[in-house]
C-alpha cells in the first residue's frame, strides 16, 4: 500500500522553539519522491522541497531542515527558531510508480501554532 | 512569471446544480492535477491531465469530470451537485509528470447549499 502517515494532528510551540514535524511513509517503489509542502492560512499550497529516493542527504534551507532515512521510512521537518509566520498546515506527500503513476498521495497534514 | 490562476475563488450553488471551475497553469508547464480538500478526508486526487488526456484518475463518481485545452488551461466540471461536495478544489500544475512537484492555485471554495 502507498501511504504517507502524519501522526501528529497539531502542534503548538511558542516562538523560538524548534519544533519538529514527522513523516512516515509506506511505498513498494524503488524509485519515489517525497515532498513538503506549506498551506498558509489564505489556503494555497507552497511547495517546500522534493527528495528522490536515492538522495539521503539531509537537506537545509535557512531555519528549514529535512531528515530522509530510508532505513525508517521517513521524512521528518524540523523548523529551527520558529516564527510566527511559520503558523500553517505542513503537508507530506509521496509521488511514485505504484500512487497511481500521475498523482501524489498526501499525508492528513500537521497544523503548527507558533505563538508569540 | 504568473503563477497557478483558478477561478473563481468562492462560489455557492444549490444542490442539483452543475458548476465549472476553471484553472490556468503555469507558462510551459503541461500537467494539470486536481484535488479536492475537505476538513474530514485531507486532500483527495481527481484527476490529472497532460496533453489534453487524462493520464490518472481517482476515486471519485462520475459526477466529477475534467478537460484540458491545447493551451494546458484545464476545467473541472461537478454535476448534480450534493452538500458533501462542499470542499476547496485545488488545481496544480506540474513541468510533466508530478513527481517534478506542484505548484499549486490559490483554489476554489465550492460551498453547496
Known amino acids: 500500500a502507498q501511504k504517507v502517515t502524519q501522526a501528529q494532528t497539531e502542534i503548538s510551540v511558542v516562538e523560538k522553539e524548534d519544533v519538529t514535524l514527522d513523516c512516515v511513509y509506506e511505498?513498494?517503489?524503488?524509485?519515489?519522491?517525497l515532498f513538503w509542502y506549506k498551506q498558509p492560512p489564505s489556503g494555497e499550497l507552497v511547495f517546500l522541497i522534493r527528495?528522490?529516493?536515492?538522495?539521503?542527504q539531509n537537506e537545509i534551507s535557512g531555519r528549514y531542515s529535512w531528515n530522509f532515512q530510508k532505513s525508517t521510512s521517513s521524512f521528518n521537518f524540523t523548523i529551527t527558531a520558529s516564527q510566527v509566520v511559520d503558523s500553517a498546515v505542513y503537508f507530506c506527500?509521496?509521488?511514485?510508480?505504484?500512487?497511481?503513476?500521475?498523482?501524489?498521495?498526501f499525508g492528513a497534514g500537521t497544523r503548527l501554532f507558533v505563538k508569540a | 512569471k504568473a503563477g497557478v490562476t483558478q477561478t473563481p475563488r468562492y462560489l455557492i450553488k444549490t444542490r442539483g446544480q452543475q458548476v465549472t471551475l476553471s484553472c490556468s497553469p503555469i507558462?510551459?508547464?503541461?500537467?494539470v492535477s486536481w484535488y479536492q480538500q475537505t476538513p474530514g478526508q485531507g486532500l483527495q486526487f481527481l484527476f490529472e491531465?497532460?496533453?489534453?488526456?487524462?493520464?490518472n484518475k481517482g476515486n471519485f463518481p462520475g459526477r466529477f469530470s475534467g478537460r484540458q485545452f491545447s493551451n494546458s488551461r484545464s476545467e473541472m466540471n461537478v454535476s448534480t451537485l450534493e452538500l458533501g461536495d462542499s470542499a476547496l478544489y485545488l488545481c496544480?500544475?506540474?513541468?510533466?509528470?508530478?513527481?517534478?512537484?506542484?505548484?499549486f492555485g490559490s483554489g476554489t471554495r465550492l460551498t453547496v447549499v
Open positions: 506527500a509521496l509521488s511514485g510508480e505504484h500512487t497511481g503513476g500521475f498523482k501524489t498521495i
Open positions: 511505498t513498494r517503489d524503488t524509485t519515489y519522491y
Open positions: 507558462s510551459g508547464h503541461r500537467s
Open positions: 527528495r528522490n529516493s536515492f538522495d539521503e
Open positions: 491531465y497532460f496533453s489534453e488526456t487524462q493520464r
Open positions: 496544480a500544475s506540474s513541468l510533466d509528470r508530478p513527481h517534478y512537484g506542484y505548484t
